[in-house]
């Protein structure tokens, strides 16, 4: 096994035990996010955002049709622990459209998570 997978159930399941206040805690963030799209008002506020210090991996298509990449780098600047990672010529589904690349992203993203918390 690679260390790059080994970090990912680790590093997962301590931010899950970590930041998890119910046991539905994701889908109602799902939801939550969901409707912000419908209802900006609903959305965490720059003031929420920023207090969130948990490391994250920002990952964005340049030529995202729904979300602009303006965005992704309002969103990283308010971040305090974010990395930006902006793929080009890919779309709002880089998941899907950009694997290999999003893969190697998240991995290498975690690995140094990883080597981090390790020392």
């Not at 609903?42 to 964005?60: N, Q, R, Y």
Request: glycine share 4%; hydrophobic share 40%; with cysteine.
């Amino acid at each position: 096994m690679m260390r790059g997978q080994q970090a990912i159930p680790d590093i997962v399941c301590r931010w899950q035990q970590t930041h998890v206040q119910t046991e539905d805690h994701w889908l109602r963030l799902i939801e939550r996010m969901s409707h912000g799209m419908f209802n900006p008002t609903m959305l965490p506020s720059e003031a929420e955002i920023a207090t969130i210090e948990t490391p994250t991996l920002i990952v964005w298509g340049d030529r995202d049709q729904f979300l602009p990449v303006e965005q992704a780098v309002t969103l990283y600047r308010w971040l305090p622990n974010a990395q930006l990672a902006v793929i080009p010529d890919a779309d709002h589904f880089v998941t899907r459209t950009h694997q290999a690349e999003y893969g190697r992203l998240v991995t290498n993203f975690l690995d140094a998570l990883f080597q981090r918390e390790s020392k």
